[in-house]
RNA sequence: GGGCGAUUAACUCAGCUGGUAGAGUGCAACCCUUACAAGGUUGAAGUCGCAGGUUCAAGCCCUGCAUCGCCCA
């Protein structure tokens, strides 16, 4: 499976086939039904089957790969339930435009025959977007993938119907719902998405009986009042205060009707005079319900006028609209039309104006099921993170309506509902029923339509796990541990397997829900296809790998702020997976043999510091993760891998390596080289698995897969190598290199140069420190020669910085450029004597004395003395300087 | 109309229970130094949206305002 050595740049996409294919094979995805290990589980949000993967399905699924793969390097027994959503309205909606293709309607196939091509469309392209999340790397158990419209699933839906049917919690009702006169179906609240857009407020005149006066109603939807059977005004507006008319002519029409008075009109709306409409309007509805009028449906299903808007009848709707106004502007009846921005509700699957619309429609009563399911939250049974997310949860739960569950299409669950054409008896059972339980008769007809795609997707936490049998899986997996969604689905989703959840299980589905934020372009605007901005993943992977785009996901995924995606960014982070490759390069020119066992007695200070180092990064990057905070992970991991692994560490190690130090030195430098550089791999793991993966199997001190490996860093090991004392003393080591790189270019010293320095201090530890580590000094500051000197010995010619106590003077020997050296010292001076003001400042006053906490003052007088210190030596330095001049 | 969030370097964003403002990109200078130019070293750059308030101390807490975004009606 191995080579023994690393091509000179990265190329991932072989290397992640070849990878991925290997987990598969080996069972690395594999969960156990039961285990001793501990168990960590979750449940994919399913795709629906006729989706391609776009960047939030990435974002999606990348926060939980890496979870995942966490857990399985501590050990855990982990599950990921993958599977698919059949998307009712949408799929069904697909296979229509293949059939229209062919010149064909589902009407004319038939019902079953529809369904047979659905499920054919399936197998043949259903599981595109599975592949396409194991392009990610999602380490889900593809074994187990489930579909909404399985046989298992199926029982469960059939199962869960019927229990709240007898139980009184499903209904049949007729009610205002929306209608989709496209798709042909009802839609649920959520389902319908409002878009500002500009349209006309059309004021009518409707003429009293016997008068020529009326009354003027405002409405953007004209049409409906063919639907009108009433006209309403608030019952304190003084307006209306002598109106003795109790009817009124409808215009258009021969028909005559009522003024009533409510005090739900707005008076401040248009004219204070309402068209009621109670068959076309959700709030008219309920009006039309209080005040008893009937409810008379003039737009048909596909969208025409009914008979109600006589010679308008059989014209599409918004023909109708103008046609009617057409022919009130004739009559003198329309009063003005003003431009106006209203919200038009549309059909979140085809975009077409949804007409609110009377319709007898199944109902879900979800009173009881919300209560549970905001308990449940309220209670910290499931913690919603980020936790602002919980507010409007219960907002939304508190103010729940009834769900409509049913729609007017072929593809999905059917209703488990028969009637009996005979006596009329209404049967629900969980297995067909073959004949009428009160009169026998077996004639029964089974409703035609499905069950809302959601009501399957509610039960997916346990539905997946076997329920309603009582298996290992559900024993071992259930609750799940988290659910990772965007807040786009909050509603449609989390909130209704809360209510299933609670419910059926007794139990929440899942201990915390994780919400990320929406991903959009790099401007901030949401990925559209319409607006041409939509970047795909695919394309991304195939450009720049699957790791450095999902670490750029990980990266951006901050709580509660958008992800802006830019190709430029997954393009900065494939240079860090380019910048591993080649420190690894590097470390396998030297580590060849299996030696990472460590004597902590032995080691260097450098080497002390990069274990030090290390085990805190493995805290930072396991606490990002357990915290959801993604972005922190990968940055301590970004900043340690980059920044003190290559950037310091590795150039400090070169002379051990490279044998300038004697054997025994170079096998203690390659033992920390291999432990540290298997430590980034394992912890790089789950951000990025193709690229540590492939350079894990080449490294000689790992066996296996890293899959397979630890976690680095227990708690015992991060105590014995976790030191903030090292971590000090090498920040003044590398603080003193910085100062003298510094000299050099502000100086314009050739790199090439080597230069002589002498330290000046009078301290006695940083002498030692500076003793013990002065061939590290000479080689990364490129110095030839490195002395300490008295303070009475200071070279005249030379450049000075200023690190803890300690001077350091680069001789310059002539060359020295007074000016620069003047303008340097000055601004350092200046900018140093800034901060030792704000800090004296809060040291002279009584207050902070008296009432900041002990340690914080004792922290400022620290800083003054430092502070103080390096004042007077860069006044004595630039002093100095300037008499040379 | 109700609710939520944002406003910090040129750009994109971090910033914990209040205690001297950080990163990446970009920019500038120098360098092909034997893992890496997809690189190295060094540097410049911020009135933390505005106005008040609380506090010894405010980017952070409170109030108001402005601008932008999202969700629900």
């Known amino acids: 499976m191995s080579s023994d050595h690393l091509d000179k740049g990265y190329e991932p996409s072989c ?4 990878w991925y294919t290997y987990w598969l094979d080996n069972g690395f995805f594999k969960a156990e039904d039961k285990s001793d290990k501990k168990a960590f589980s979750i449940v994919i949000p399913p795709p629906n089957v006729t989706g391609v993967l776009h960047m939030g399905h990435a974002l999606n699924n990348v926060i939980q790969d890496i979870m995942c793969r966490y857990r399985r390097l501590l050990g ?6 993958p599977g698919t959503d059949h998307a009712g309205i949408a799929t069904q909606n697909v296979v229509e435009r293949d059939l229209a293709a062919k010149g064909l309607t589902r ?11 659905v499920w054919k469309w399936r197998e043949k392209s259903g599981g595109a977007i599975i592949n396409q999340l194991k392009r990610l790397g999602a380490s889900c158990d593809w074994d187990r993938e489930r579909f909404t ?7 469960a839906v059939r199962k869960v119907f019927v229990r709240l049917y007898k139980e009184g919690l499903i209904y049949q009702g007729q009610y205002i719902i929306n209608w989709c006169p496209r798709c042909k179906t009802a839609l649920a609240d959520l389902e319908v998405e409002y878009e500002e857009e500009d349209g006309y407020l059309y004021y009518i005149r409707y003429p009293f009986v016997n008068r020529k006066q009326g009354l003027t109603v405002a409405t953007t939807r ?3 009042m063919f639907g009108d059977m009433a006209v309403a005004v608030n019952p304190t507006d003084k307006r209306f205060k002598d109106l003795e008319e109790k009817q009124i002519r409808l215009p258009l029409t021969d028909r005559v009707i009522p003024i009533i008075k409510d005090d739900y009109v707005d008076i401040q709306f248009g004219t204070g005079a309402l068209k009621v409409t109670p068959a076309h309007d959700p709030n008219d509805f309920f009006l039309g319900e209080k005040h008893g009028l009937e409810k008379l449906k003039v737009i048909g299903d596909d969208g025409q006028m009914l008979d109600g808007a006589g010679r308008f009848s059989g014209m599409d709707r918004f023909e109708c609209r103008k046609k009617a106004v057409e022919a009130l502007i004739e009559q003198g009846l329309l009063v003005k039309k003003e431009p106006i921005k209203h919200s038009v509700g549309n059909c979140y699957r085809c975009r077409t104006v949804v007409e609110p619309s009377i319709s007898k429609q199944w109902f879900v009563k979800v009173a009881p099921l919300a209560k549970k399911a905001s308990d449940a939250v309220r209670n910290g049974r499931t913690n919603i993170i980020p936790d602002n997310w919980s507010k409007t949860y219960f907002e939304w739960m508190d103010n729940i309506r009834d769900w409509c569950i049913s729609r007017q299409i072929w593809w999905g669950h059917r209703i488990p509902v028969w009637k009996c054409p005979d006596c009329g008896q209404e049967i629900v059972e969980e297995i067909d029923p073959s004949h009428c339980t009160v009169c026998g008769s077996s004639k029964l007809v089974q409703e035609t339509d499905v069950l809302d795609t959601w009501f399957s997707s509610a039960l997916w936490p346990f539905s997946t796990m076997g329920w309603p049998e009582n298996t290992d899986l559900l024993k071992t997996f259930y609750p799940t541990n988290v659910l990772v969604t965007g807040f786009d689905i909050l509603f449609f989703w989390v909130a209704r397997m809360m209510m299933m959840g609670t419910y059926f299980m007794d139990e929440v589905p899942f201990n915390d829900v994780y919400i990320h934020a929406l991903v959009r372009d790099e401007h901030g605007k949401k990925m559209s296809k319409s607006k041409g901005n939509v970047i795909d993943p695919l394309k991304v992977i195939d450009e720049y790998g699957a790791d450095a785009f999902r670490f750029t996901l990980a990266a951006f995924a901050a709580q509660g702020r958008d992800v802006k995606m830019s190709e430029s960014r997954v393009e900065g982070y494939r240079h860090f997976v380019n910048k591993l490759w080649n420190a690894s390069r590097f470390a396998l020119m030297h580590i060849s043999v299996k030696d990472t066992r460590i004597d902590l007695k032995k080691i260097s200070l450098v080497e002390k510091w990069i274990l030090s180092r290390c085990a805190q990064t493995s805290l930072e990057v396991k606490q990002g993760i357990e915290n959801y905070k993604f972005n922190e992970a990968a940055s301590a991991i970004y900043q340690f891998v980059w920044h003190e692994f290559c950037d310091w560490y590795l150039e400090t190690a070169k002379p051990a390596l490279y044998e300038k130090e004697g054997v025994q030195r170079r096998d203690i430098a390659r033992s920390v080289l291999s432990k540290v550089l298997e430590d980034i791999l394992i912890m790089l793991h789950p951000f990025m698995p193709f690229v540590t993966e492939e350079i894990y199997s080449i490294l000689p001190a790992t066996n296996g897969s890293v899959m397979a ?18 971590e000090k003393d090498m920040d003044f080591i590398f603080g003193l290199i910085s100062g003298i790189r510094n000299i050099r270019s502000e100086m314009n010293i050739q790199p090439s140069m080597k230069i002589k320095v002498l330290a000046h201090t009078a301290d006695g530890k940083e002498k030692i420190l500076i003793a013990e580590n002065k061939s590290i000094i000479a080689n990364l500051a490129a110095l030839e ?8 010995l200071i070279p005249p010619s030379s450049a000075s910085a200023i690190i803890g106590n300690t001077t350091c003077f680069v001789l310059l020997e002539g060359v020295i450029e007074f000016d620069k050296e003047i303008i340097k010292l000055e601004k350092e001076l200046e900018k140093n004597t800034k901060e030792l003001l704000t800090i004296q400042k809060r040291l002279y006053n009584e207050n902070f004395l008296e009432k900041a906490p002990e340690e914080v003052i004792q922290k400022v007088k620290d800083q003054h003395i430092d502070l103080e210190g390096k004042n007077n030596k860069l006044k004595d330095n630039l002093e100095r300087i300037q008499k040379m001049k």
């Open 15 to 18: 290397i992640e086939k070849k």
């Open 76 to 81: 855990y027994n982990v599950l990921w339930m």
């Open 107 to 117: 009407d004319q196939i038939g019902r079953e025959e529809f369904i047979k091509h």
């Open 149 to 155: 419209m399985d046989e298992g699933l199926s029982d």
């Open 222 to 224: 004209p049409e409906t």
């Open 709 to 726: 490996a630890a976690y680095p860093y227990n708690e015992k090991d991060y105590k014995i190598n976790r030191n903030e004392a090292v």
């Open 785 to 792: 020669s490195f002395y300490f000197c008295e303070a009475d």
